[in-house]
């Protein structure tokens, strides 16, 4: 599965949108770009995953570059309750839906 | 819809006790995985588990941990002889099935706490 690289953390005004990037610059052609966060002390929470092309869902937006080494998570409109750390993983498919948590980045959302 | 339930949500042990960790997964959901995150550390995946059967255990200690997910009822994470450094939050995940092992939804965890 490819290495991921997020920044440590990211602040973000409450009702702006909330870009957080990600670097897979060693994914191979049928790895998925999966999302997920952790609010303090909660599960963690699904978001979103796609495989090239954009995808949008209730809870955010996944953009994914054309030669697919980046991503963005887009949260449209951040409320303080989005203030959570987001992982960024990258699977195969093999490996029985073992999720690899990284460092993630800490977003925190300011009033 | 119940989301995936554990119990006990707090769980205090003494050096020596057993540990048992229960997990309810979603409704429909035949996959169940175990996650541990220690103090001030990432998530890390123990278990993966399908209806009785274990399908990868590569994240689980060689000793005291084990698990299972019977025909009927919950899925069991037990610990034997626990010891202050077992002290974690431990969490399960579900997922609807073989196309979408990778999208889990998550429990509340149980924080365990060894004194």
């Known amino acids: 599965d490819a290495k991921t690289t997020q920044p440590p953390s990211m602040d973000c005004a409450e009702g702006r949108a909330a870009n957080l990037p990600c670097n897979h610059s060693?994914?191979?052609?049928?790895?998925?770009v999966y999302w997920y966060r952790q609010i303090h002390s909660q599960g963690p929470q699904y978001i979103i995953h796609?495989?090239?092309n954009n995808e949008t869902n209730e809870m955010a937006s996944l953009i994914i570059t054309e030669d697919r080494k980046s991503s963005t998570l887009i949260l449209p409109h951040a409320t303080l309750r989005d203030t959570a750390v987001y992982y960024c993983?990258?699977?195969?498919?093999?490996?029985?839906?073992?999720?690899?948590f990284g460092q993630g980045t800490i977003l925190t959302v300011h009033p | 819809n119940a989301g995936v339930m554990q119990n006990p949500r707090h769980l205090v042990r003494r050096r020596g006790q057993e540990a048992r960790l229960r997990c309810s997964p979603m409704k429909g959901h035949s996959h169940v995985y175990w996650y541990r995150q220690l103090p001030e550390e990432g998530l890390k995946f123990m278990v993966y588990l399908q209806k009785e059967n274990i399908i990868d255990e590569s994240g689980m200690p060689k000793e005291r941990f084990s698990a299972e997910f019977p025909k009927e009822g919950p899925s069991i994470l037990r610990i034997q002889q626990v010891v202050r450094g077992d002290s974690a939050a431990y969490f399960c995940a579900s997922s609807p099935g073989e196309r979408a092992l990778y999208e889990q939804y998550f429990g509340p965890g149980t924080r365990l706490t060894v004194t």
């Open positions: 993983i990258v699977n195969r498919g093999t490996s029985y839906g073992k999720l690899t």
């Open positions: 060693t994914i191979s052609g049928n790895e998925y």
């Open positions: 796609g495989l090239k």
